[in-house]
């Protein structure tokens, strides 16, 4: 008997141990794991796999594609990647609500304006992690938004999103809606409108901002006049010098929905830059446009969408988690180039999505999910773990010492109990059985 008929044997053997044991695998767990079989087949880890496969039955029309991080680049490993990201306190933040302390590096206290800290490793580490996050709601971190839906269908989500702020009934100048007018930039371009209505009410709130009211240039000129330090938005920081409230109120007629550029310490200089990114416009819709500035509503809204497309999804930046976590090595501006410092800003965004596309009662089309893979992640070397009893091979032995330990028999010792957790799921089940079967074909 050649080895293949040995091992099959076993196998055989292994399940008849198993029925007379009692343990059988139902037929929802064989469906489990035809899809986590299928999963692992495309090139997911275990560890992603068994949290995808419960996603894929409930959602057939989804697709989840694995984004090979370290396969583009061997040194883009998970460690390497998560001390890029912790290098700088600044690069990742936590809000100063107090939901969040345990999130803060309170070694350094607050480090910017509006009291927000400097996550905290662990912080980064647990929203960098892909596998924290596949789940129904924060799943669209991943979704790629670089492609559009029907115009229609679009415009009820967006409406959805933007639902209970200033921008639900908001008719803009051009005399359509906020929803439908980002429904039709995002067929346009090519972009999710969805994630553009989500992103807005994300950058300026329910009530919005001064960037999205076209009075900023007021604003500032009352900064500068008053020399205000700090207001109930936060730190202000005006400086004493160099500017007159006449140039100021010349930002007057400007929108920037999206923040683009808008950066700095204070909120006097963020507002600034964000108005001088919306005087200097959209330069490929100057002759169209009878000038470049986002000198109108729609123009802000447009001209920041365009923005969004060619800086960051064309970039490799083509989902939530991926414009949070700019790691793509195809990326040109690699770790430095991310959209957003908030550590939960992805989190925080596809909650939003998925609410709406449930509210939509459009959860169920057909949405594709790229979920980045790292190497050296926890969980994940499964050909180790299913060699039980440590012989070089994954064979019928493992899958009887597994079996044994089901029912409860056997002389495996308890530090073997977090090797018998053949899929990395935190527990040991009969889903462990049939992933160590699979590992023996």
Known sequence: MNSNNIIRAAVRGSLAAAVSLGIFISSAVGVRADSFGRL????????????????????????FEPLY?????????????????????????????????AYRDERTGPIYDGGWYSANDAAVEYFLDPRNFLDSEHIFMFEDISSAMSISEAERICASILAGTFMENKVLSNGKTVARYLAEIGAEIGISAPFLAA???????????????GDCGTVLANYYKNKVQSDDRGLVATPSSGHSEWELKGYNGLYNFFNIGASGTGLFSIYLNAMKTAQ???????????????????????????????????????????????????????????????VMGAYTESKSVARAYAEANAKSKAFEFLIPVYSGMSGDETAYIADINRSGAVDGTDAALLCSHLAGTGALADKRKASVDVNSDGSVNNADLVELLRKMN
């Open 40 to 63: 692992v087949d495309e090139g997911f880890p275990p560890s992603y796999a068994h949290k995808l496969a419960s996603l894929a039955e409930a959602y057939p029309n989804w697709r």
């Open 69 to 101: 991080i370290t396969g583009m680049n061997s040194a883009y490993t998970f460690s390497y990647v998560l001390n890029k990201q912790t290098a700088d306190p600044s690069t990742n933040l936590v809000s100063p609500a107090a939901g969040n302390a």
């Open 199 to 213: 992103r807005i009410r994300l950058e300026q709130g329910v009530s919005g901002s001064p960037l999205s009211s």
């Open 280 to 342: 200097k416009g959209t330069a490929e819709k100057a002759a169209e446009w009878g000038g470049a500035a986002w000198n109108t509503d729609w123009k802000g809204l447009y001209g920041g969408a365009l923005t969004l497309k060619s800086k960051y999804v064309n970039d490799y930046q083509n989902t939530l988690y991926l414009q949070k976590f700019n790691v793509d090595p195809r990326s040109s501006r690699n770790f430095w180039g991310q959209y957003m410092q908030n």
